[in-house]
T-cell receptor
Framework: KAGVTQTPRYLIKTRGQQVTLSCSPISGHRSVSWYQQTPGQGLQFLFEYFSETQRNKGNFPGRFSGRQFSNSRSEMNVSTLELGDSALYLC??????????????FGEGSRLTVL | AQSVTQLDSQVPVFEEAPVELRCNYSSSVSVYLFWYVQYPNQGLQLLLKYLSGSTLVKGINGFEAEFNKSQTSFHLRKPSVHISDTAEYFCAVTPNSGYSTLTFGKGTMLLVSP
């Protein structure tokens, strides 16, 4: 079974630009969660999508948004990039519904550098 | 809401020595507990999980953890570490409904030296 795939793995942007990150979950998984990882703040939850609907949301500004498609693939977008948005963005998938144990399966992440 | 405290940001240890990484959590409801490991430039990999039943949980790579409900702890242990165990370890919690997201601790960097 293929794991969680994130693209791109690395990217460099400048302040004010916007970025879109992509995540393909494990086949059969309907929930996709996004986390931001930085040395200072650790792993912070951004949002979770289940069956194309945002089910949970973390405490991030509106510049951070996401969506999920009918095939469960997900994208997240960050607009008007700031230096502080430099981070590793991790996507994780899970079954998301009845029988779900809460276990998340992570991709390798997209490392964003904002200059 | 849940919270997780990992009491040590770094744990240095010599190869073949035992190690314990400490994790305490706070929650008003029953929870599932997890330990994940992250190697450099990689995502998180599940080491072990506690859902219910026996409080001693065994995971991959020789790690085990013990759930202590009264002390709200879920400490990770390994009797003999290897250089290859050098990585960052994260404790995480979620309500046992299974529908919520994971809340992570800040992580503990395990540094194994020869």
């Amino acid at each position: 079974k293929a794991g969680v795939t994130q693209t791109p793995r690395y990217l460099i942007k400048t302040r004010g630009q916007q970025v879109t990150l992509s995540c393909s979950p494990i086949s059969g998984h309907r929930s996709v969660s996004w986390y931001q990882q930085t040395p200072g703040q650790g792993l912070q939850f951004l949002f979770e999508y289940f069956s194309e609907t945002q089910r949970n949301k973390g405490n991030f500004p509106g510049r951070f948004s996401g969506r999920q498609f009918s095939n469960s693939r997900s994208e997240m977008n960050v607009s008007t990039l700031e230096l502080g948005d430099s981070a590793l963005y991790l996507c994780a998938s899970s079954l998301g519904d009845r029988g779900n144990t809460g276990e998340l399966f992570f991709g390798e992440g997209s490392r964003l550098t904002v200059l | 809401a849940q919270s997780v405290t990992q009491l040590d940001s770094q744990v240095p240890v010599f190869e073949e020595a035992p190690v314990e990484l400490r994790c305490n959590y706070s929650s008003s409801v029953s929870v599932y507990l997890f330990w994940y490991v992250q190697y450099p430039n990689q995502g998180l990999q599940l080491l072990l999980k506690y859902l219910s039943g026996s409080t001693l949980v065994k995971g991959i790579n020789g790690f085990e953890a013990e759930f202590n409900k009264s002390q709200t702890s879920f400490h990770l242990r390994k009797p003999s570490v290897h250089i290859s165990d050098t990585a960052e370890y994260f404790c995480a919690v979620t309500p046992n409904s299974g529908y919520s997201t994971l809340t992570f601790g800040k992580g503990t960097m395990l540094l194994v030296s020869p």
